[in-house]
């Protein structure tokens, strides 16, 4: 077991502008804990590239109380390449996420990419989110079509998800992604039967 804490990342970027790269502001693998990071300002040249601010492979993991902003640069602008974009990637595993708070933002100028404040593609294996801000501003400008979401789910079977705040505000946005759009926090919950306890609304991150 092992943990990772406590650590401020940020300013990673790639200039390449065409390749598909992926870049993880912390790869989790394996039994750990990640906790007390806050990861900001990773930026892609490329709208072929995936940045992910939190990419979790094989568990069991704990992922809690972290901060991620992605899609805003060190300068406080927009990051507006169509970049596909998710705060925390989680691929497989039985895992927790507790206490995070993930904001994406900026203004994509082009492509059909879509972005996620939290995307899993886990499916069977027990998972537990809770108290987690999922917040996705990130608007289409003319030219863009993606779809910003704050959550997405592969599969409700062994996950318990509660007292989350899931949000979207800008163009493009769609609260949720389970087999289908979800589009607002009552359609979460139907399709879901999860997040019973959760709510949907403005932090008002700076």
């Known amino acids: 077991s092992q943990s990772v804490s406590?650590?401020?990342?940020?300013n990673l970027s790639n200039t390449h502008t065409s390749q598909a790269y992926v870049m993880s502001g912390i790869h989790v693998t394996?039994?750990?804990?990640?906790?007390?990071?806050?990861?900001?300002?990773?930026?892609?040249?490329?709208?072929?590239?995936?940045?992910?601010?939190?990419?979790?492979?094989?568990?069991?993991?704990?992922?809690?109380?972290n901060i991620v902003r992605i899609g805003i640069t060190s300068t406080?602008?927009?990051?507006?390449?169509?970049?596909?974009?998710?705060?925390?990637?989680?691929?497989?595993?039985?895992?927790?996420?507790?206490?995070?708070?993930?904001y994406i933002g900026g203004?994509?100028?082009?492509?059909?990419?879509s972005t996620y404040a939290f995307r899993s593609a886990s499916v069977s294996a027990s998972r537990n989110y809770v108290n987690n801000i999922f917040f996705n501003a990130r608007s289409n400008n003319s030219g863009s079509t993606?779809?910003?979401?704050?959550?997405?789910?592969?599969?409700n079977s062994g996950c318990t998800s509660k007292n989350n705040d899931l949000?979207?505000?800008?163009?493009?946005?769609?609260?949720?992604?389970?087999?289908?759009?979800?589009?607002d926090l009552n359609a979460w919950k139907t399709a879901t039967l999860l997040d019973t306890n959760s709510l949907s609304g403005n932090r008002n991150f700076i």
Do not use: M, W
């Open 6 to 10: 406590q650590n401020t990342i940020y």
């Open 30 to 65: 394996g039994s750990s804990t990640y906790e007390k990071n806050f990861i900001h300002s990773l930026s892609a040249s490329s709208s072929s590239a995936t940045i992910n601010g939190i990419y979790a492979t094989t568990g069991p993991y704990t992922i809690s109380n």
């Open 76 to 102: 406080g602008s927009g990051l507006n390449t169509g970049t596909i974009i998710n705060g925390i990637n989680e691929n497989t595993g039985s895992n927790s996420l507790y206490c995070n708070s993930v």
């Open 107 to 113: 203004n994509p100028a082009s492509t059909a990419n």
């Open 146 to 155: 993606g779809k910003h979401y704050a959550i997405q789910l592969a599969s």
């Open 167 to 183: 949000y979207v505000s800008g163009t493009g946005g769609v609260l949720g992604f389970y087999s289908a759009d979800r589009i």
